[in-house]
């Protein structure tokens, strides 16, 4: 993929640069802080960087961060793993994600969106209300701090009072969404052991009911630490025997009262997605999260009280998490509960219009199926309060942004972002003072030294590497649950780089400050040496209108030689006679080089992905390698098991 688009796609207004909080920030920082005032976000990054513990006390005092014990220093030992932030400091999240309610006690907090597309407001003042009544509940219950509680729940409002009222007593959060089966869920809650359980009857997806009671039952069963479980009626039906009723624990006028805890006292367990063996449990901090979303929402989306912010996703994603946080910067945030593509595929920007969406965050398929067919979301719904969408999950291609800019608006920031459940955060993303470019990231993000780098560890520009990040971040896993000595946590990020995370991304830098995200480098096709990102190759065989969906592989074999096969999912009508062979093979040509051209293409049934809707490669390339199916991937973190069995049995056939 090229990364010279010498013009820019969108250029924001000056009076927008002016009006940016990142901007009001960096001239208060270079007043309070010794931040340069001169150079934009470059010289601003660079110093969040360089001086590390200075940046982040101005965050904290520029989003007026109450530490209830303040900290005697920002950071102790910024060696990684293991570095200490704001050691001796007590806060809580919960206190900072309900504050506007003391300025906007009758403006929306949270609208609630389902499959009718009709928003139903939650109030900041209900919000406090249940959040308190639900805290003094779980407090009643003897859920002391750091103990587990779990939620099997889908995006609704129920869910972010109860990750609310679990901060607010100290308790660790943890949730799975309901389309999870029983085992998927088990894989992950039996790790934490969760003291109480808030499940719902079922859910509605696609016009359709979904009945999860039987799941729900077995949950219980194989779940002995749970004290209490609450039912929550989405279908309307009786609580089971011994449950509780979510309507009596959020029933009391009562003030919520905030545990003041450690600055690293665990906030919520996040989930890796378990392709292959158990899911990693990644315990994230309460001071750390606070830290890293309020720096994230309100600096690099730009996000504060007059916002609506819309992201598409469920509670099994720490996209929900990251929404949920949205609260910090007092912003109204949406939860759509349903179908990313119901009744048609203009479904989520229908609800854009909606709710009237300032941020819109998707994911980057979602964009190339409106593409695809042929949606004109800026001439079908008025988006007009819509200031920037934001993608992730994958690499966006370039007719993304194209589509995006002609199709929405030629002055929409669109803000290609990518993380990782690792962090709960960014790494590299939205900028709202800089220039976008075509299939490109703006920038690193502040106080995060991102580079690209070789297997020698020597900084690459405008060439391909590993994306590492060479100082800690505050959002960073604290550790991961049931690793007592830390080995399995410093085995998944800095037994590459010593002292140096390593994400498993290949990534360009490139040498005007943006990135370039090429796919996972676990699964990196290397041909005759060369390196190069399935992302690529997804981008220009999905162009073809005959291709729904494709995976490609690339496996070494016992001989010395390399097979990459191209797997396509085909589009409804289409076949994959010599005429479309002939085509994919000369668009890959064309577009990036003969060296990508795969050795076979093969039509498949679909392509599998995990849960949170990645394409799983590195399970198919175990597969193909002889890997039985119980050793090559987890089950339980799967969409559609049965289509694994293809690519089993083609292994067969090839050995």
């Known amino acids: 993929m090229s990364t010279v688009n010498p013009q820019p796609l969108w250029q924001p207004a ?390 995006l800019h002609d199709e929405v608006r030629d002055d929409l920031w669109i803000a290609s972002v990518s993380g990782g459940t690792d962090v709960c955060s960014c790494f590299a993303g939205a900028v709202p003072t800089l220039p976008v470019h075509i299939g490109e990231l703006q920038a690193p993000c502040l106080g995060t030294d991102l580079q690209s780098w070789d297997p020698s560890g020597n900084a690459l520009i405008d060439q391909v590497g590993e994306l590492v990040v060479t100082n800690p971040m505050p959002s960073m896993p604290i550790h991961f649950w049931n690793d007592p000595d830390g080995s399995r946590y410093h085995d998944s990020y800095f037994d590459t780089y010593p002292g140096v995370w390593r994400h498993g991304d290949w990534i360009t830098v490139t040498s005007r400050g943006s990135v370039v995200i090429h796919g996972r480098s676990d699964s990196t096709l290397n041909r005759q040496g060369v390196r190069m990102g399935s992302a690529d190759i997804y981008e220009a065989v999905e162009r073809l209108p005959e291709i729904k969906e494709s995976l490609v592989i690339g496996i070494e074999q016992p001989d010395g030689g390399y097979w990459m096969p191209l797997f396509v999912h085909l589009a409804p009508g289409a076949t994959l006679d010599e005429a479309l062979l002939k085509r994919i093979r000369q668009t890959i040509r064309e577009q990036l080089s003969p060296r990508h051209v795969p050795d076979e293409v093969i039509e498949v049934p679909g392509i599998p992905h995990t849960l949170t809707g990645k394409r799983i490669e590195v399970p198919v390339k175990r597969l193909l390698q002889g890997t039985p199916l119980e050793r090559a991937v987890n089950p339980g973190s799967i969409d559609d098991l049965d289509l694994l069995h293809f690519y089993e049995d083609l292994a067969r056939k090839r050995a």
């Open 14 to 403: 000056p009076e927008r640069i002016a009006g940016a909080q990142i901007t009001r920030f960096q001239a208060w920082a270079a007043e309070h802080h010794g931040a340069p005032a001169e150079g934009g976000y470059p010289a601003l990054h660079r110093w969040s960087v360089d001086e590390l513990e200075t940046f982040w006390k101005a965050v904290t005092e520029w989003f007026d961060v109450r530490f209830a014990t303040p900290a005697a220093r920002v950071l102790v030992d910024p060696a990684m793993p293991g570095a200490q932030w704001f050691p001796g400091a007590t806060l809580n999240y919960a206190e900072h994600a309900l504050r506007a309610h003391v300025t906007r006690a009758d403006e929306p907090a949270l609208l609630h969106v389902d499959e009718t597309h009709d928003p139903r407001p939650v109030t900041w003042s209900e919000l406090r209300r249940q959040v308190g009544s639900l805290a003094a509940e779980l407090r009643a219950l003897g859920v002391n701090p750091g103990d587990r509680v779990s939620g099997y729940l889908p995006n609704i409002p129920q869910a972010v009072v109860a990750l609310l009222a679990t901060a607010a007593v100290g308790g660790v959060w943890t949730s799975c969404a309901p389309d999870f089966g029983a085992r998927s869920v088990l894989d992950r809650f039996q790790q934490v052991e969760p003291v109480v359980l808030f499940t719902v009857d079922g859910y509605r997806y696609g016009g359709k009911e979904h009945d999860r009671r039987d799941t729900v039952a077995e949950l219980r069963r194989e779940l002995p630490t749970l004290r209490a479980v609450v039912h929550i009626p989405v279908l309307g039906t009786e609580a089971p025997e011994g449950a509780l009723e979510w309507s009596a624990l959020t029933s009391t006028d009562t003030e919520p009262v905030f545990e003041q805890v450690p600055f690293d006292h665990p906030l919520w367990v996040l989930y890796s997605s378990g392709t292959t063996g158990l899911p990693k449990a990644i315990v994230q901090s309460q001071g750390g999260i606070l830290l890293e979303h309020l720096k994230q929402l309100g600096l690099h989306c730009d996000l504060g009280p007059e916002d609506r912010f819309f992201w598409y996703t469920s509670t099994g994603w720490m996209m929900w998490n990251f929404l949920a946080s949205g609260l910090l910067t007092g912003a109204t945030i949406v939860l759509y509960d349903g179908s990313p593509g119901y009744p048609d595929t203009g479904a989520q920007w229908r609800i854009a219009e909606r709710t009237g969406a300032t941020l819109y965050g998707t994911s980057a398929a979602y964009v190339m199926a409106c593409r695809k067919a042929g949606l004109r979301p800026g001439r079908e719904y008025d988006l007009s309060a819509l200031q920037c969408v934001a993608t992730t999950g994958s690499p966006l291609p370039p007719d993304g942004f194209r589509w």
